[in-house]
């Protein structure tokens, strides 16, 4: 889905590409992410991930811990005729978002990041390393 570079203003909004408008509509959702970053959901996308975490058994502290840390921070946030969105200011502390951010398209999800974390995160990828463990959860190319 592509790899867009954007601002985010000293208010917290952020421009959202017309290509992912596309897809997530004028109401979607952000939630803290994996590795320091935040994940955006369609509004169904976020319906079937909320389903997963609810199926998940209660008795089980981590499956508890995991669904709080992103049903908690979770927001609705709406398109603006700018065609920005404010970014709660819990969730910019959260990715460490202050200026420079890039929107990484993965699939069922937007990642949004701050260029610098988005920098360190990938020079250290290691592309070999990262396809073996994939074999081991049964993904080949």
């Not at 840390?69 to 946030?77: D, E, N, P, T």
């Not at 993965?106 to 990642?111: D, P, Q, V």
Request: charged residues 25%; glycine residues 10%.
């Amino acid at each position: 889905m592509g790899r867009y570079n954007h601002t985010i203003d000293p208010k917290g909004r952020l421009s959202i590409p017309s290509k992912y408008r596309e897809v997530l509509g004028d109401e979607f959702v952000v939630s803290k992410g994996m590795d320091g970053c935040l994940f955006v959901y369609a509004n169904e996308a976020w319906g079937d991930f909320e389903a997963r975490l609810a199926s998940l058994p209660l008795i089980n502290e981590e499956a508890r811990q995991f669904a709080r840390f992103f049903l908690s921070g979770a927001q609705y946030v709406t398109v603006d005729k700018q065609g920005r969105i404010l970014v709660p200011q819990d969730l910019r502390e959260f990715a460490g978002l202050e200026k420079d951010v890039v929107l990484a398209g993965t699939g069922k999800r937007i990642e949004v990041w701050s260029l610098d974390r988005w920098n360190e995160k990938n020079s250290q990828l290691d592309i070999n390393k990262i396809s073996q463990g994939m074999v081991n959860l049964g993904l080949t190319i």
